[in-house]
């Protein structure tokens, strides 16, 4: 007959030692999540994608539903995007007619597609592909990026994309323009046109580093007196600018960017931009990059270029006036040959198209901005 297994006596004691080990380890758990709570917290908290990310997610599905595409381009450790749109199917063998742009610091491509839109018909007259770089850490489709905080990165990104996609119209805005305008002083091949909006870049030696300082000394600004800066009238375009903008421009990084920037990163009004023709479109009332720069432009290249004045415009025309804006790029492509007074007026006119040969006599500008 089989023995019946007995059950050990209970034994207070143990019962209260494992009751007492559960305890401290429960507590030990406690005061670890205490201790962590705020690592968690930033670690949730950067899971959930804000406004921005919100709103160019949606765009992005929006403008992949239309036909854009979104290539990936790394430069080191950064990810750019390469935004591209056909137009037109191009037969195997011929030339594809590209318009390259290059926004401005912390823009984002959502805010030129009113632009864009509104420039359709040019456009689709003129090319078969439209193409946009969109820069990590700006305020576009790579917000929740690193910011790149290094000229070189930048001006390598941008004259990479024009060697593996090259442009018939290269067109840029702010700091996107001076890129666009390096990297065209360092083409081989003559381009067809180069667009420049409310361009920095080509800025007398002596005014380099008042210019890099008042870059900085912004970022101590108030969202408004910024907004005074970039705007011609802040109360009814404010709202475009919001507190995102603000700080994004408060970023250490920007700084970091400004410190990067060398004499030789400059375009040389001395050295030839490589297009037939040059296009200058500037606010009246920018003073973020200030309008009277303008004259650097006609007097080194005025022999090819066009300026243009875009009245009661500040900094940001694609966003203050796009439809002016449109019209005088439909006008610059040769689409549009409307009157002056619509917004606008035109202070230069060219004189010839640039063929590769530059002339040592100076140029002449008969029609200077006073």
């Known amino acids: 007959m089989s023995q019946q297994k007995q059950t050990p006596p209970f034994d207070p004691n143990e019962f209260a030692e494992w009751m007492l080990e559960g305890l401290k380890e429960t507590v030990r758990y406690r005061v670890r999540q205490t201790l962590h709570r705020d690592r968690w917290i930033e670690a949730v908290k950067a899971r959930i994608p804000n406004k921005n990310q919100v709103l160019h997610f949606a765009l992005r599905r929006g403008m992949e539903n239309a036909g854009f595409r979104?290539?990936?381009?790394?430069?080191?450790?950064?990810?750019?995007?390469?935004?591209r749109k056909t137009l037109r199917e191009v037969p195997p063998g011929q030339k594809v007619r590209r318009l390259v742009f290059v926004p401005g610091l912390g823009d984002s491509p959502g805010s030129w597609l009113p632009f864009f839109t509104l420039s359709k018909a040019?456009?689709?007259?003129?090319f078969d592909e439209v193409l946009?770089?969109?820069?990590?850490?700006?305020?576009?489709?790579?917000?929740?990026?690193?910011m790149v905080s290094s000229m070189d990165i930048l001006l390598g990104v941008v004259r990479m994309v024009c060697d593996r996609y090259p442009p018939e119209v290269l067109m840029g805005h702010s700091l996107g323009a001076?890129?666009?305008g390096k990297a065209a002083q360092q083409f081989q091949q003559v381009i067809g046109q180069f667009i420049a909006i409310a361009p920095s870049g080509l800025i007398p030696v002596e005014e380099r580093k008042i210019f890099g300082d008042f870059i900085v000394k912004n970022q101590g600004l108030t969202l408004e007196e910024l907004l005074d800066l970039i705007v011609h009238d802040p109360k009814k375009f404010g709202p475009l600018l919001n507190r995102d903008?603000?700080?994004?421009?408060?970023?250490?990084?920007i700084k970091n960017f400004v410190d990067?920037?060398?004499?030789?990163?400059?375009i040389d009004g001395s050295l030839p931009l490589m297009a037939r023709k040059i296009t200058v479109i500037w606010g009246e009332a920018d003073r973020f990059v200030?309008?009277?720069?303008?004259?650097?432009?006609?007097?080194?290249?005025?022999?090819?270029?066009?300026?243009?004045?875009?009245?009661?415009?500040?900094?940001?025309?694609?966003m203050e006036r796009p439809m002016v804006?449109?019209?005088?790029?439909?006008?610059?492509?040769?689409?549009?040959?409307?009157?002056?007074?619509?917004?606008?007026t035109r202070i230069q006119s060219r004189r010839n198209e640039f063929d590769g040969i530059r002339k040592n006599e100076p140029v002449s500008a008969p029609r200077l901005l006073k």
């Not at 979104?70 to 935004?83: P, R, S, T």
């Open 132 to 146: 946009v770089i969109d820069f990590p850490g700006y305020m576009g489709f790579l917000s929740h990026h690193e």
């Open 260 to 266: 990067s920037v060398r004499d030789d990163h400059f």
């Open 178 to 180: 001076w890129l666009a």
């Open 70 to 83: 979104f290539e990936e381009l790394k430069q080191g450790d950064a990810v750019f995007y390469v935004i």
């Open 290 to 318: 200030p309008t009277h720069w303008v004259r650097n432009w006609i007097e080194s290249y005025g022999e090819y270029l066009d300026a243009y004045l875009l009245k009661k415009t500040g900094h940001i025309p694609q």
């Open 245 to 253: 903008f603000k700080e994004f421009y408060e970023r250490p990084s």
């Open 325 to 344: 804006t449109s019209k005088v790029l439909a006008h610059a492509l040769g689409g549009d040959r409307m009157n002056e007074g619509f917004g606008w």
């Open 122 to 126: 040019e456009l689709t007259r003129r």
